[in-house]
């Protein structure tokens, strides 16, 4: 069983960057599909950046291209997502996630959740 342990969030001015930290531990981490996903109040929960490893350039959604990066730590039971520019609207709890297959897309294919870190951008 995989775990997923998020760290990193907080907050910080519309500009600043923020690091956002994945642990994992129980599997091979090396080998899963990652993904960041992020939630705001009201909101459902939306896939933000994602790598399959291996297997090309990471994936993002268009509305943080350019500014986030999504990359795995030396000790690749680790994964990192690195956030510049942030703005107000990327305000959310943010998620990491894993899965074994890749299924078309990241939303379909993960099978294991972190519990989430907070990040709020201020005006």
């Known amino acids: 069983q995989v775990q997923l342990v998020e760290s990193g969030g907080g907050l910080v001015q519309a500009g600043g960057s923020l690091r956002l930290s994945c642990a994992a531990s129980?599997?091979?981490?090396?080998?899963?599909?990652v993904g960041w996903f992020r939630q705001s109040p009201g909101k459902e929960r939306h896939f933000v950046a994602g790598?399959?490893?291996?297997?090309?350039?990471?994936d993002y959604v268009d509305s943080v291209k350019g500014r986030f990066t999504i990359s795995r730590g030396n000790a690749k039971n680790t994964v990192y997502l690195q956030m510049n520019s942030l703005k107000p609207e990327d305000t959310a709890v943010y998620y990491c996630?894993?899965?074994?297959?890749?299924?078309?897309?990241?939303?379909?294919?993960?099978?294991?959740w972190g519990q989430g870190t907070q990040v709020t951008v201020s005006s």
């Open positions: 996630a894993a899965g074994l297959r890749y299924y078309g897309s990241f939303s379909n294919s993960m099978r294991y």
């Open positions: 129980g599997g091979a981490f090396n080998s899963y599909i």
């Open positions: 790598v399959r490893w291996g297997a090309g350039s990471p």
